[in-house]
């Protein structure tokens, strides 16, 4: 099912559109260069936090709570006991022996999706030509009929369960507690398979027919034909044997230890890992963290000035042609200052935060720098004499 529109925006429309963007552009690079100073100092004091931490951990045995080492930190493997069994409450599902449970629920449902195309007019006016095309599919969450193009026919019903993840209170690691929810995320899932009568017990709370389907819940008359506002609910479970955690020791249990610049210290792994490995790890994420916040903001500031510079294309769109070369022109423009500030928001940063070493490293290019002029300076004469 599909549909096309046909719409045309004049010129003095789009220079209003073009200001607009022009504004938010601004506030785009703005908040990129920020972003890039940000993550530079967040970056750098993890990295000395978790420097810290490595030279002061202490590894201990899991099954003795020593006085001694209250508010150190500590580092600990050993078998994992869940202090509790995860349940969903609206359902009445566990799984006993997990640390987790996770509810996946998808509804079939109409979807949206638009192809536009878009072409410049003399005069400077656009005219834009949209396809809409109408499916049905299997999705989580809900298509909202608001943004729907053409909602008539294609209403979908009100979601009555979403898909959550339910942890147990507490787990033990030998003689120390930990948090559920610092466990949670570090269980191997599998499928949890339901029982006819958890279906029957579904039945009677959403008052709808429900299907054992794949070992999970199919709430609709026939899964071989499904209709709009059936849903599939299937859920896993995670379990954890063992477990390892770096963190302080507070009255037996296990809590973020405060570094002395203020960065809080939890790490934890699943299985048996020696405290090197787990700092090594913890290094290599803040490294892959700093890198990719890096990407976000240069993309950022390409984008933001693409939208600055973006009314002058459509000043020029009176002619068409003329629009796209200076697009063209403004696009290289907002690349070489994506290229030129990314870098210098990027040094600011490490001057911010790291002034001796940045200071020490613009002091050892000025020394490279004044060795290979020299160098040639000696090297000139002799060239010269041998010519």
Same mark, same amino acid.
């Given at each position: 099912?599909?549909?096309?529109?046909?719409?045309?925006?004049?010129?003095?429309?789009?220079?209003?559109?073009?200001?607009?963007?022009?504004?938010?552009?601004?506030?785009?690079?703005?908040?990129?260069?920020?972003?890039?100073?940000?993550?530079?100092?967040?970056?750098?004091?993890?990295?000395?936090?978790?420097?810290?931490?490595?030279?002061?951990?202490?590894?201990?045995?899991?099954?003795?709570?020593?006085?001694?080492?209250?508010?150190?930190?500590?580092?600990?493997?050993?078998?994992?006991?869940?202090?509790?069994?995860?349940? +969903?409450?609206?359902?009445?599902?566990?799984?006993?022996?997990?640390?987790?449970? @996770? @509810?996946?629920?998808?509804?079939?449902?109409?979807?949206?999706? *638009?192809?536009?195309?878009?072409?410049?007019?003399?005069? %400077?006016?656009?005219?834009?030509?949209?396809?809409?095309?109408?499916?049905?599919?299997?999705?989580? %969450?809900?298509?909202?009929?608001?943004?729907?193009?053409?909602?008539?026919?294609?209403?979908?019903?009100?979601?009555?369960?979403?898909?959550?993840?339910?942890?147990? +209170?507490?787990?033990?690691?030998?003689? =120390?507690?930990?948090?559920?929810? /610092?466990?949670?995320?570090?269980?191997?899932?599998?499928?949890?398979?339901?029982?006819?009568?958890?279906?029957?017990?579904?039945? @009677?709370?959403?008052?709808?027919?429900?299907?054992?389907?794949? %070992?999970?819940?199919?709430?609709? *008359?026939?899964?071989?034909?499904?209709?709009?506002?059936?849903?599939?609910?299937?859920? /896993?479970?995670? +379990?954890?044997?063992?477990? *390892?955690?770096?963190?302080?020791?507070?009255?037996?249990?296990?809590?973020?230890?405060?570094?002395?610049?203020?960065?809080?210290?939890?790490?934890?792994?699943?299985?048996?890992? /020696?405290?090197?490995?787990?700092?090594?790890?913890?290094?290599?994420? /803040?490294?892959?963290?700093?890198?990719?916040?890096?990407?976000?903001?240069?993309? %950022?500031?390409?984008?933001?000035?693409?939208?600055?510079?973006?009314?002058?294309?459509?000043?020029?769109?009176?002619?068409?042609?003329?629009?796209?070369?200076?697009?063209?022109?403004?696009?290289?423009?907002?690349?070489?200052?994506?290229?030129?500030?990314?870098?210098?928001?990027?040094?600011?940063?490490? =001057?911010?935060?790291?002034?001796?070493? *940045?200071?020490?490293?613009?002091?050892?290019?000025?020394?490279?720098?004044?060795?290979?002029?020299?160098?040639?300076? @000696?090297?000139?004469?002799?060239?010269?004499?041998?010519?």
């Amino acid at each position: 099912m599909s549909f096309t529109e046909t719409t045309r925006t004049s010129w003095l429309a789009r220079l209003k559109n073009a200001l607009i963007g022009a504004v938010i552009g601004i506030i785009l690079v703005i908040a990129a260069i920020w972003a890039l100073v940000w993550n530079e100092g967040r970056s750098i004091k993890a990295y000395r936090a978790l420097t810290e931490g490595a030279g002061v951990v202490v590894s201990v045995s899991a099954e003795e709570i020593a006085p001694s080492n209250e508010g150190k930190l500590i580092h600990i493997s050993g078998k994992l006991t869940p202090g509790g069994v995860p349940t +969903d409450p609206e359902f009445g599902i566990a799984a006993d022996g997990a640390v987790a449970i @996770r @509810r996946e629920v998808e509804m079939y449902q109409w979807v949206e999706k *638009s192809e536009s195309r878009s072409e410049t007019k003399l005069g %400077g006016s656009e005219q834009t030509v949209t396809t809409y095309t109408y499916s049905r599919e299997w999705k989580s %969450g809900r298509e909202d009929l608001g943004d729907f193009r053409q909602p008539e026919g294609h209403e979908n019903p009100d979601l009555v369960v979403d898909g959550q993840s339910f942890a147990i +209170d507490s787990a033990k690691v030998g003689a =120390f507690t930990v948090s559920g929810e /610092n466990v949670a995320g570090l269980g191997a899932e599998t499928d949890l398979r339901l029982t006819e009568e958890e279906v029957r017990r579904a039945e @009677r709370l959403l008052s709808r027919t429900v299907h054992l389907d794949r %070992g999970g819940f199919y709430v609709g *008359s026939d899964p071989s034909q499904p209709r709009v506002g059936d849903l599939r609910i299937r859920y /896993n479970r995670a +379990d954890l044997a063992e477990a *390892s955690f770096v963190a302080a020791q507070s009255g037996g249990w296990l809590k973020p230890f405060t570094a002395s610049n203020g960065r809080e210290i939890f790490l934890s792994a699943a299985g048996e890992a /020696n405290a090197a490995t787990m700092f090594d790890a913890a290094q290599a994420e /803040n490294t892959m963290i700093m890198w990719l916040i890096r990407l976000g903001g240069i993309v %950022g500031l390409l984008v933001g000035f693409s939208l600055f510079f973006s009314i002058l294309g459509v000043i020029a769109d009176v002619v068409p042609i003329a629009g796209s070369l200076v697009r063209f022109g403004t696009g290289l423009i907002a690349l070489v200052l994506t290229a030129l500030v990314g870098p210098l928001a990027i040094a600011i940063g490490w =001057f911010a935060y790291r002034p001796l070493l *940045s200071l020490g490293l613009v002091a050892c290019g000025v020394l490279v720098a004044f060795a290979v002029l020299r160098f040639r300076r @000696r090297m000139m004469p002799r060239v010269s004499a041998a010519n």
